[in-house]
């Protein structure tokens, strides 16, 4: 009896894993494709390549015009990533200080930049913008970038404060820290695992954004997915294999190296 018991206990745990896997190698499949293809000699996309070469990374790296949207991008990331996790931390922090009711309407508020269409935000944004003449400035992409980046941030952070000890508020009060410090100090240090996650998610999910930098975009102000987007429009040039293998690598590191860290820590 035990033995059937723990096959069908087993069974779906089974079956869960191997999606898992099925999904793991969905997602990192092209990667193997864009990556080997980013080193071709050729003029256009070759798999696998004839012959070898760093040409397109020379390319995207000498390019001014690859090279600013890159920049710009960091830019945009870099500041959407603070902003963000700073109003996510104080929206998260707040969400535990008001009834549960309440608050788990506030959390369904927060989350729909996530469930809403890229384009019906990006129409919406751009129309509003178009008012605020925020449209195609770099403020305005910021502004847009971290509406839609703050529900990440909200998320981690709450999850690491369903571990939070709130009795240290209290032991770290009646030593005399007033509420900043304790938040600085106290809070926010055993909150980092969250806030760290939060600021990275932030970043990545600034960097790869696509539909509202395309609404918000100028000649002068593109980011870089805009720029892989244009260059597969009007001319297929093979650099955006290196641009994408670069993008892809670098963020891996990034994740890697975090993960690495927390673990250490654990």
Same mark, same amino acid.
Not at 25 to 48: C, D, H, K, Y
């Given at each position: ?75 945009? $990331? *870099? #500041? +959407?990533?603070?902003?963000? =996790?700073?109003?996510?931390? &104080?929206?998260?922090? @707040?969400?535990?200080? %008001? ?59 709450? $999850? *690491? #404060? +369903?571990?939070?000890?709130? =009795?240290?508020?209290?032991? &770290?009060?009646?030593? @005399?820290?007033?509420? %900043? ?86």
């Amino acid at each position: 009896m035990s033995f059937f018991s723990t096959r069908r206990e087993g069974g779906p745990g089974a079956l869960l894993r191997l999606m898992t896997l099925l999904t793991a190698i969905l997602i990192v499949l092209p990667t193997f494709v864009v990556i080997p293809a980013s080193f071709t000699a050729g003029e256009t996309f070759q798999f696998p390549p004839r012959e070898w070469s760093l040409r397109w990374y020379e390319n995207f790296f000498t390019s001014r015009m690859w090279l600013s949207s890159l920049l710009q991008s960091l830019q945009i $990331a *870099s #500041l +959407t990533a603070v902003l963000a =996790t700073v109003l996510g931390i &104080s929206t998260a922090i @707040g969400l535990t200080r %008001i009834p549960r009711r309440t608050g788990a309407v506030l959390r369904l508020f927060f989350s729909l930049p996530l469930t809403v269409p890229s384009v019906v935000i990006g129409i919406a944004v751009y129309a509003v913008f178009l008012k605020w003449h925020l449209a195609g400035t770099l403020s305005g992409l910021v502004l847009a970038h971290t509406a839609l980046a703050i529900p990440f941030v909200i998320t981690t952070v709450a $999850a *690491s #404060l +369903t571990g939070y000890d709130n =009795t240290l508020d209290l032991a &770290s009060s009646s030593l @005399g820290a007033g509420g %900043i410090t304790t938040l600085l100090r106290i809070k926010i240090p055993l909150l980092a695992p969250g806030v760290i996650s939060g600021f990275l998610f932030a970043f990545v999910s600034s960097f790869d954004e696509f539909v509202v930098a395309l609404f918000l975009q100028t000649p002068k102000l593109r980011t870089l997915p805009v720029q892989m987007y244009n260059s597969i429009v009007l001319d297929m040039d093979p650099t955006i294999s290196a641009a994408s293998s670069v993008i892809v690598v670098a963020t891996t590191i990034v994740f890697l190296l975090v993960s690495l860290r927390a673990g250490n820590k654990i």
